[in-house]
């Protein structure tokens, strides 16, 4: 009981740790002057911890099942007329599993993210053209309001 306890504890810090930080800035051409996006994002990544440790004699069938997610903190500016903060998810950018407990394969997991490092670029960018018509939307209703 004592080891499920410390293992659960284990797994909820490893649940908040972030892999790895990204940036990309858009800066998009609007009638009333450009329109200029920063986009921040970072990775969660979040584990759940399947199996059982095997008793003397007996194999073990611990495996650490994870998943990677994007988030992304986009902030634009328009002049004075607009300034807008929103925030993007991506989920399942990456995804596995690992034999073993979850807590002693952090820094693993954080390696096989990094490797994995085209997908998640790949996923801030769909994310930033997705972004692109309510930026578009958020600018035009700004300059009509002002």
Do not use: F
């Not at 306890?5 to 002057?33: K, R």
């Not at 990775?43 to 997610?69: D, F, H, N, Y």
């Amino acid at each position: 009981m004592i080891k499920r306890a410390l293992c659960s504890a284990a797994l909820a810090a490893c649940l908040a740790s972030p892999a790895l930080a990204l940036e990309h800035e858009v800066v998009i051409d609007h009638t009333a002057g450009p329109i200029a996006a920063d986009y921040r994002g970072s990775i969660r990544i979040e584990t759940k911890q399947i199996g059982t440790a095997g008793v003397a004699g007996r194999p073990s069938t611990l495996q650490c099942k994870w998943t990677a997610s994007l988030d992304v903190e986009r902030v634009a500016k328009l002049g004075a007329a607009l300034q807008s903060r929103r925030t993007l998810t991506s989920d399942d950018v990456a995804g596995g599993s690992r034999p073993g407990w979850c807590p002693t394969n952090a820094q693993g997991l954080d390696k096989l993210v990094d490797a994995r490092g085209q997908n998640v670029r790949a996923a801030l960018l769909a994310l930033v053209e997705r972004d692109r018509a309510t930026l578009v939307a958020e600018a035009d209703t700004a300059t009509t309001r002002g």
